[in-house]
């Protein structure tokens, strides 16, 4: 037994066994510790009952020789002849080359419907007829899954009050929001921490908030966000509530602590050790 080298893809080759040449067995297997021996790979295979273990999945390739067994060689030629009139018709579908064969639509075709029928049987599908004929396959249909919230939370919550902060997993740096109302989480990466990244993700977030019905009017921050107080009144209509001195928002800090939770809990599922920050910042979101 070998591994030969058959147009860039090694083969199993058992020698000694009266095996057809064109019929090898090709093999999906583990490889451990690919070495070089002889300019072939070595494979650590370990003898069995029914075949050698590490061979995961073992099967014969078929080949045209292997298929002509069982034809006589007038009915291999009629084929032949089959397959190169489909080429010659621009590849009609076998379904509708037999309807035109059946009802004579070909005058003095020696073509039959048993010939095509060992067509495929011998050559297998056609290469360009599956290359230009293929399309991939119909995707799921989709589901509008939007829903309207409640007219009763509307009726008395129209405006609401968000709580905000900035946390960082490794390099990412990302800009958290939590509102007092309905609780709903916002998380949105930044370049950094300066006044324009943060105002432009708030401004994110509150288009949220207006596009669902709700507007934001009060800002419960630490005294980070302070810088941000003159801008948000003027453009965006929202007041800012800092906390005192040396303080932190609470229900920003529980947010923070909720999120980062949740972000190892996935981290921690992937296997990987270590993950570039976009993938930190789209588990953060």
């Known amino acids: 037994m070998r591994f030969v080298n058959c147009k860039g893809v090694y083969v199993l080759e058992q020698l000694g066994a009266d095996v057809e040449p064109g019929a090898k067995e090709t093999s999906a297997m583990y490889r451990r510790q690919l070495s070089s021996v002889n300019k072939q790979p070595h494979f650590e295979l370990s003898s069995k009952q029914n075949g050698y273990a590490g061979l995961g999945m073992t099967a014969k390739m078929a080949t045209v020789r292997k298929?002509?067994?069982?034809?006589?060689?007038r009915q291999v030629k009629a084929a032949m002849e089959a397959?190169?009139?489909?080429?010659?018709?621009?590849?009609?579908?076998?379904?509708?080359?037999?309807?035109?064969?059946r009802s004579g639509l070909?005058?003095?075709?020696?073509i039959t419907e048993e010939a095509i029928n060992h067509t495929k049987a011998i050559f297998g599908p056609d290469a360009s007829t599956l290359k230009g004929k293929s399309t991939r396959p119909t995707p799921k249909k989709t589901h509008d899954d939007f829903f309207s919230p409640p007219e009763e939370?509307?009726?008395?919550?129209?405006?609401?009050?968000?709580?905000?902060?900035?946390?960082?997993i490794g390099?990412?740096?990302?800009?958290t929001c939590i509102d007092t109302t309905v609780s709903y989480r916002s998380c949105?990466?930044?370049?950094?921490?300066?006044?324009?990244p943060v105002f432009d993700a708030l401004d994110k977030i509150f288009r949220r908030y207006n596009k669902a019905g709700f507007h934001v009017k009060t800002i419960k921050c630490d005294r980070a966000f302070i810088p941000l107080t003159d801008d948000m009144l003027d453009d965006m209509g929202v007041t800012i509530d800092p906390t005192a001195a040396g303080d932190h928002e609470p229900t920003a800090e529980r947010n923070n602590q909720t999120l980062k939770e949740r972000v190892r809990v996935a981290l921690a599922r992937l296997p990987y050790?270590?993950?570039?920050k976009v993938i930190t910042e789209c588990l953060g979101r």
């Open 188 to 196: 949105i990466p930044m370049q950094n921490l300066k006044t324009d």
């Open 83 to 101: 397959r190169s009139a489909m080429h010659i018709l621009n590849a009609p579908s076998t379904k509708s080359l037999k309807y035109a064969i």
């Open 106 to 110: 070909i005058k003095d075709c020696p």
């Open 67 to 73: 298929n002509k067994e069982g034809f006589t060689p």
């Open 273 to 276: 050790k270590v993950v570039p």
């Open 153 to 168: 939370l509307y009726q008395h919550n129209r405006t609401i009050t968000v709580c905000i902060d900035h946390m960082e």
């Open 171 to 175: 390099d990412a740096k990302l800009l």
